[in-house]
């Protein structure tokens, strides 16, 4: 059955309004495009770290592009409560190992959930090491990316690590729009793909039919 992620954004939201705590938030953010309306949406109820941990971002080029164009959204962003940035580390070779004998999987199949599990994972164990109140991930704003998924995996790795994961479905509210407009306002970067090696492939023979 599939659950309306938003409706229980909206309770937990709710419920830290009425608390009166600002709680701390850790961020995986996979690029600034993404992030920018997750940041604008949910900087008025918590502190957020933006952790850019993406090993599946194979040109190293790409990756600091990526990373410095997150950094310069974060500076320029108006905002009422405080945000950060942590780098996780360039490190493809730990997409190379989980995507090895997947590689001809499409795009949004088993290589897919295991890059996910992979960076979810590891933000839920950062979240637990740094004593985070919640963590989650703005991957789901795409509409190429299966929210569904995304949540059930959060949770797993919430309980694995014993940190707290934040639903959501960041996609709703017209959300992906507002991601575009704010791209715009702010000159963001935007790429085609994912950053992995087989997500750029297929953007490139998309691009040529």
Not at 44 to 72: G, H, M, Q
Not at 118 to 144: K, N, Q, V, W, Y
Not at 149 to 155: E, Y
Request: contains cysteine; neutral net charge; glycine residues 6%.
């Amino acid at each position: 059955m599939k659950q309306n992620y938003q409706i229980i954004l909206d309770k937990k939201l709710e419920e830290i309004v009425n608390s009166g705590v600002k709680p701390r938030l850790l961020l995986h953010a996979c690029c600034a495009p993404c992030s920018s309306y997750v940041l604008e949406y949910l900087n008025r109820y918590f502190d957020i770290t933006v952790f850019f941990f993406n090993p599946n971002i194979t040109e190293k080029d790409e990756y600091e592009k990526r990373s410095a164009e997150l950094r310069r959204l974060i500076s320029e962003l108006p905002h009422e409560n405080s945000i950060a940035f942590l780098d996780g580390g360039y490190s493809p070779e730990e997409f190379e190992m989980i995507a090895k004998g997947l590689e001809n999987e499409p795009e949004g199949g088993a290589r897919c959930m295991k890059c996910y599990r992979l960076r979810l994972e590891h933000t839920a164990r950062t979240a637990a090491e740094g004593s985070f109140d919640f963590f989650t991930t703005t991957l789901s704003i795409s509409p190429h990316k299966n929210a569904q998924a995304l949540n059930s995996i959060g949770a797993d790795a919430a309980e694995k690590y014993g940190s707290n994961w934040l639903y959501s479905d960041f996609k709703k509210k017209n959300g992906y729009k507002r991601s575009c407009e704010l791209s715009a306002v702010y000159g963001l970067y935007r790429q085609n793909y994912c950053g992995c090696e087989y997500s750029k492939r297929e953007a490139e023979l998309r691009s040529t039919e």
